[in-house]
């Protein structure tokens, strides 16, 4: 989930020890001052050649610490034994697909090491429509966009490009309000820069879980007033997808949805993905007695009810939907209440909003995400169909 600098070096010799204890006082330099930088390791392939494998956390990072060069001591000292630079790039990351390898570019929108997401195009010139797929995981920093990877490439070899988004999250600086809600308008309107083989007039949203709440949020920006995150979107979807999304903060907030991550050692059922970065659970265990909503927007209903009526769909949904919306939810899922996506849909129905409603028969949680599944077929028809619709209207 990075982008790999590979630069090829030529030292002569005789100067080999000299250049390898140099480089510990330039990895420590990296280390505090460059932004985004992970890992390096270096490979010699002849005697006087060498070939630097450095990991960021985006394609940004790399740019920024070349633009930099050797302006601190140490990095100096270390680029003085080098005889010659023969190249330096990023290197671009493939994805294993059915169809062949397919490249993934990670961008970021942001300066946070979270402020990124991975584009992928499909095969041709474009322009394509887009998806901005929003991962879920309980608005955590124990879960990233790794978990809706099968999504996207089912999407891309459809046809669609992908911009498989990150954001902060609870549990790292900046997650819950408002910067996660901050990150998600942000990742949305980067897709108007992205990329020239994406149609910025084409964009879809689709999230699931905590996810979905995110995308169904999307729906209602340009409703938002002045002052809360979302206003004034520069890039506005022409449909939205939540798939078993938490829609009504209020209810969540009162049963203390998601307290039973104070267990940091479930048993995790097969279909569920893993976390991807369990060290954080400990610390999200500790505070989630009281239910994940309160972490998310600092504290319960009572306390911020500004907040909730900001950022739950429910809440928004009685002002109007701006854009049509599809929620999906499974019929069987013990995580989050399918009612909230009942509540939602006659919330919008009352407004007239183009807002449809479907209870995947027998599907939990997780079914909803499985690229083979029901839930998902229906989500691929509902694309296709507002793609179908903005051809015939020219909107």
Request: proline share 7%.
């Amino acid at each position: 989930m990075s982008v790999i600098e590979l630069t090829t070096f030529v030292v002569a010799p005789d100067r080999t020890s000299e250049m390898l204890s140099a480089r510990s006082g330039m990895l420590s330099a990296f280390r505090k001052d460059r932004r985004g930088f992970v890992a390096a390791r270096l490979v010699r392939v002849a005697d006087d050649t060498w070939l630097d494998i450095v990991e960021w956390t985006d394609a940004l990072a790399f740019d920024e610490s070349r633009a930099k060069g050797a302006n601190l001591p140490e990095i100096a000292a270390f680029f003085a034994t080098i005889d010659q630079l023969v190249s330096a790039k990023s290197g671009v990351r493939y994805d294993d697909a059915a169809d062949g390898s397919r490249a993934v570019r990670t961008i970021a929108y942001g300066s946070e090491p979270s402020q990124v997401g991975e584009l992928y195009l499909p095969e041709g010139d474009g322009p394509f429509p887009v998806v901005v797929l929003v991962h879920g995981g309980w608005w955590t920093a124990m879960f990233d966009r790794r978990q809706v990877v099968p999504l996207a490439e089912d999407l891309v070899s459809r046809g669609f490009a992908v911009w498989n988004v990150e954001y902060r999250r609870i549990g790292e600086g900046g997650g819950g309000w408002p910067g996660t809600f901050d990150d998600m308008a942000a990742a949305v309107d980067a897709v108007a820069h992205l990329d020239p083989a994406v149609d910025t007039g084409r964009v879809l949203v689709v999230g699931h879980s905590a996810g979905g709440h995110l995308a169904a949020w999307v729906a209602h920006r340009s409703a938002q007033p002045d002052g809360l995150p979302g206003a004034h979107p520069k890039v506005e979807p022409i449909g939205v997808v939540s798939l078993a999304g938490v829609l009504d903060l209020v209810d969540a907030d009162s049963v203390a949805l998601g307290d039973g991550l104070t267990d940091s050692d479930p048993d995790i059922p097969p279909n569920v993905p893993p976390p991807s970065h369990a060290e954080v659970w400990p610390a999200v265990a500790e505070r989630a007695g009281d239910g994940i909503t309160r972490l998310l927007l600092g504290g319960s209903v009572a306390e911020h009810a500004d907040r909730y009526a900001a950022a739950s769909p429910v809440e928004l949904a009685a002002g109007g939907v701006p854009v049509p919306v599809l929620i999906v939810h499974g019929s069987a899922d013990d995580v989050i209440p399918p009612a909230y996506a009942q509540t939602y849909a006659q919330a919008a129905a009352a407004k007239g909003a183009d807002v449809t409603l479907v209870m995947s028969p027998g599907a939990d949680h997780f079914d909803v995400i499985d690229p083979d599944g029901h839930a998902w077929g229906v989500t691929r028809a509902w694309l296709d169909e507002r793609l179908r619709l903005w051809r015939s209207t020219g909107e």
